[in-house]
């Protein structure tokens, strides 16, 4: 089967293997695992920041962040399309008693801009609103194709919402893929925010695992609410060694996904009954429409299946994700999937 569905169904390498059965650990609700900790240091200073923590999963990572940058009956901003309001089940709501305001973007990124922000914020509202404490930024953005935010307008957004006295939390599962496509390092691209979190276990290859990075005053705090969350876990370390290779080594095998989505997209773009601008293509993330096509979304993907080729149809679009289990050959053999499963109209 040729996995397009998601970064996440990535295996473990026979070096994680290896690492993860080597791995030294001990409790880490005690503090006790020496692979854990040295993964967190890793992620710290990779990101420049004080602390980071690790967390079983990016939902949680969000969640937690979610509910320390607000208090119950608050409000945070997001993008319509964003992961943390679709795709967390309410978490948000559930956990942090925040209520959330979707917003469109409206420059044609798929990603917020200042002047996006800026109207939806209750700033000091009258006693009978809730009032605006957090927004989250997606980097990049899944459901936007997998587009990039740049460092600058990232970095402007933090300003302004820093200077109207609101938080900003990065959801960024996979701001290592951002970083590649833009060539710039993850800490220029995240330095205005107050917490990011990023997925160890997407394109860069591990098992498990996403970590939170912020102050270490935050990221005490995180460890208090994670173990409240039930994600206090103990040899942990076992994962870890598979998260310190996904991070050592991941990011800069990204590459060679974004060149096999470019080239998906593009042959693509040749079928018709397809619809799919290959320039938007930015990273990993290749969405298209096949509304034109004489058969739907789900048909399509179900047919591709048969020809041992796996995508996410939502609606009249298809999803298909390039990653370290894909080999260049895959892309030439889904395309000829994709070929014969849409009859041209
Ligand atoms: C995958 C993902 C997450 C977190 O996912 P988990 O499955 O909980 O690890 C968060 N945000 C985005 C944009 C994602 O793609």
């Known amino acids: 089967m040729i996995d397009l569905r998601s970064d996440t169904v990535t295996r473990p390498s026979e070096k994680m293997r290896a690492a993860m059965a080597a791995a030294e650990v001990g ?119 997998g587009s990039v935010l740049t460092a600058e307008a990232t970095g402007e957004i933090c300003e302004r919402a820093h200077s109207e006295g609101l938080a900003v939390h990065l959801d960024g599962a996979r701001i290592f893929n951002a970083a590649t496509a833009l060539a710039c390092d993850v800490q220029e691209l995240t330095a205005g925010c107050d917490s990011v979190m990023l997925c160890l276990s997407k394109g860069l290859g591990a098992p498990a695992g996403s970590m939170l990075v912020g102050s270490s005053e935050f990221i005490e705090r995180a460890r208090s609410w994670r173990k409240r969350l039930g994600g206090g876990m103990r040899q ?40 799919i601008d290959p320039e938007k293509v930015a990273t990993n993330i290749v969405i298209f429409d096949v509304a034109k096509a004489k058969l739907s979304a789900a048909e399509i993907v179900a047919k591709l299946k048969e020809k041992g080729v796996l995508a996410i149809g939502f609606g009249s679009q298809i999803r298909m994700v390039t990653h370290l289990d894909i080999a260049d050959s895959d892309i030439d053999a889904a395309l000829s999937a994709m070929k014969e499963s849409v009859p041209s109209a």
């Not at 080239?263 to 079928?271: D, F, M, R, T």
Request: with cysteine; proline share 5%.
């Open 27 to 145: 409790d880490d609700v005690f503090g006790e695992d020496p692979t854990i900790n040295r993964l967190e240091g890793l992620a710290a200073a990779r990101f420049g920041r004080e602390a980071a923590l690790w967390v079983p999963s990016g939902s949680m990572g969000n969640t937690i962040a979610v509910k320390l940058h607000t208090e119950p009956g608050s409000e945070l901003i997001i993008e319509e399309r964003g992961h943390i309001l679709n795709f967390e089940l309410g978490a948000a709501a559930v956990i942090s008693g925040v209520t959330t305001r979707a917003v469109k973007s409206s420059n044609g990124s798929g990603h917020l801009a200042w002047n996006d922000i800026a109207p939806a914020i209750r700033k000091n509202p009258p006693y009978y609103q809730a009032a605006t404490k957090l927004v989250c930024l997606e980097n990049t953005h899944n459901f936007a194709g």
């Open 236 to 275: 942990v370390g076992i994962l870890a060694a598979a998260g310190i290779i996904a991070l050592e080594e991941g990011p800069a095998l990204l590459e060679r996904d974004h060149r096999n989505a470019k080239c998906l997209a593009n042959g693509l773009a040749a079928i018709p009954g397809i619809d």
